[in-house]
Structure formats: C-alpha cells, structure tokens
C-alpha cells in the first residue's frame, strides 16, 4: 500500500496519559499535514512539517501538542496528559512538494481516532 | 479570511435520484484551489477532485460531476444516479496562496436509501 499510512488506528487512554500517534506519508512525499476532526466537525489544520523542521503550527494547541518529523521514520503528533476534549480523528496528509503557486494534493490517510475515558 | 461554508447539513434521497452537494467559498487570493474529499462510514478521507481558480470548466467523471462558478464563489457537486455506496459525509475544502493548507468546510451528510 503506497498510501499514508496510520497508526494505530483507534486508540484508548485514560485522562492525563501521553497519546502518539504515528503518520508514514506517501512514497516520496517530504511534507506532512496533521488535522484534528472533532465529533461531527469539519478538519481543522494543525500543524504542517517538513524533514526535520515545523513550518506552520499556527493550528496546534498552545500546551500537550506537539509534532516531529524526523529525518528517518514517520511523523509523530503527540499528545501530553490527555484530557475528555481531546477525543477526536486525527488525520495526516502527505504531499510531494513544498507548497507552490501551483498547488498540491494533498493525500489522507485513514485517520487515527482517539477516545480519552 | 478563508471560508467555506457547506449550508446542507444532511441529505436523504432514494437510489437512482440526483444530489447536489452545495459549497460556497470566501478568500482574497486571486490563486486558490477547491477540493471535494470523501468520507465513507469507515472513516478514510477519499480525495475527489481538485480544481484550480483559473478553471471553470465544469468536469464530469463517470457520474460525479462539479460545477465551478467563480461569480457566485460555488462549486458544486452533483452525483447522477446515486447508489447506496455513495452514502457518506462529502467535504469541500479551500487552498490559497502560496499555501496548501486546507480549510474545510463542515460537511454533508449523504443518505442515499435503497
């Protein structure tokens, strides 16, 4: 499967524990986008990153988010001491190019769901 | 400020009717592109279509097709005999600028009953 993948798929914790969630993009792909989908809502950006650098977070949470891409592995959105209001699909996009005058697609993986109890 | 605004909250029609998905947009940049994605009962984000602001032709894949009119800031998406598998939540989404980033629209919810 050459798609972005996403890991886990659905994923449980207690209120106050650390959630990572993992993001593979397409072959090829440099550029990745995190969104948050909260219970019947649109996705809302998060956060965009290049190998190794953060280019846009103007959409993460100011506290418990963060996000890495590192030079070898997947992207990494992590989630400190989680709390109810967290519970939400978080998707990752991937695209091949840096963002140009002429546009991208942007390709989705499946989603991660995360239920705080 | 980028906008997109989907008005139809949810939308039921039998198999074999026509739907028209409405999206209406707001941005300033004069470059912009406009994305229809998918989202079936599973949950994956299914991309559609991606149209750029200098193109309003219409386009028309199998029987899906959307219409782009910058005049009234729309692009709309209408699906020609539905089936049951169309049955899913239907975004559109806007890029501008020298960004892809993507704002979303809310969503609409397709029932398409047998």
């Known amino acids: 499967n050459a798609g972005v993948m996403q890991n886990p798929r659905h994923l449980v914790r207690r209120r106050g524990q650390e959630a990572r969630l993992r993001c593979s993009p397409m072959?090829?792909?440099?550029?990745v986008y995190w969104y948050r989908q909260l219970p019947e809502e649109g996705l809302k950006f998060m956060v965009y990153l290049q190998k190794e650098n953060i280019i846009d977070e103007s959409g993460m949470p100011k506290e418990r988010f963060s996000a890495e891409f590192p030079k070898e592995g997947p992207s990494i959105l992590r989630i400190q001491q989680v709390v109810r209001g967290d519970s939400a699909a978080y998707f990752c996009?991937?695209?091949?190019?840096?963002?140009?005058?002429?546009?991208?697609?942007?390709?989705f993986g499946e989603g991660s769901w995360l239920t705080v109890v | 400020a980028q906008k997109v605004t989907q008005a139809q909250t949810e939308i039921s029609v039998v198999e074999k009717e026509d739907v028209t998905l409405d999206c209406v947009y707001e941005t300033r940049d004069t470059t912009y592109y406009l994305f229809w994605y998918k989202q079936p009962p599973s949950g994956e984000l299914v991309f559609l279509i991606r149209r750029n602001s200098f193109d309003e032709q219409n386009e028309i894949s199998g029987r899906y097709s959307w219409n782009f009119q910058k005049s009234t800031s729309s692009f709309n998406f209408t699906i020609t005999a539905s089936q049951v598998v169309d049955s899913a939540v239907y975004f559109c989404a806007l890029s501008g600028g020298n960004t892809d980033k993507l704002i979303f629209g809310t969503g609409t919810r397709l029932q398409v009953f047998p």
């Open positions: 072959k090829g792909h440099s550029h």
């Open positions: 996009a991937s695209s091949l190019r840096p963002p140009t005058v002429t546009g991208n697609t942007i390709y």
